[in-house]
Structure formats: C-alpha cells, structure tokens
Nanobody
Framework: QVQLVESGGGWVQAGGSMRLSCAPS????????MGWFRQAPGKEREFVAA????????NYADSVKGRFTISRDNAKNTVYLQMNSLKPEDTAVYYC????????????????WGQGTQVTVSS
C-alpha cells in the first residue's frame, strides 16, 4: 500500500503564501500523476491542481490559476503546492492525491490519499 506523506499547512493572513509538500512512499503506475484536493467545512472535496512526474505537465482549477503553482522534484521524490495571494476562501483541509493520469484525477478517481493538512487563511 502506497502512503502519501504530507507536510506544510497552518495559519496565514490573507495575501500571504504557504507551501505544501507530498512524498509517496513508493512509485507505481498509480502514482504517475500527483495532485491536491481540498475540502472546506460543509463543502465537497474539490480538485485543486495536478502534475505528472514524467514531463511535468500540470492542470489547475480555475479558482487557483495564477495564484497556486504545483511542481515536482524528481530527485527528492516530492511534489509541492506553492500557494500565493491566499484568500480566506482558500481555507480548507488539503489532501495530497495520486492516480494514473491527470484526467483521471480531475474526474475524481484517486488511488491514494494523503492524511490531509489544514490551511487556514484569516482576513
């Protein structure tokens, strides 16, 4: 069973920045694409961003385009989510996710989930 180990998260003021990290415990075809989802209180979990290890192509939700950047460090086997210009509406539990393709992830079909990390943006 692959585990996704997340780090980062916490509290930040609106307009601030924060970086999340996620590292898979192993690589399989089901970790070919990595990404992030988030879930705010009372809302459904939603897609945020995704990246593939090979080639590094990315995809973002419209709500975070231009503010969030997903990247990967192949040498460190780690995926990052750099969040800038944070807004109170970005407050949520952020979950690292892994699956076969970016399109699969966007559709919500995820093979592995991280434990989740709280991000709180105060106004």
């Amino acid at each position: 069973q692959v585990q996704l180990v997340e780090s980062g998260g916490g509290w930040v003021q609106a307009g601030g920045s924060m970086r999340l990290s996620c590292a898979p415990s192993a690589f399989t075809i089901r970790t070919s694409a990595m990404g992030w989802f988030r879930q705010a209180p009372g809302k459904e979990r939603e897609f945020v961003a995704a990246i593939v290890w090979t080639g590094g192509s990315t995809n973002y939700a419209d709500s975070v385009k231009g503010r969030f950047t997903i990247s990967r460090d192949n040498a460190k086997n780690t995926v990052y989510l750099q969040m800038n210009s944070l807004k109170p509406e970005d407050t949520a539990v952020y979950y690292c996710a892994a699956t076969r393709t970016v399109l699969t992830m966007i559709s919500g079909v995820v093979d592995y989930w991280g434990q989740g990390t709280q991000v709180t943006v105060s106004s």
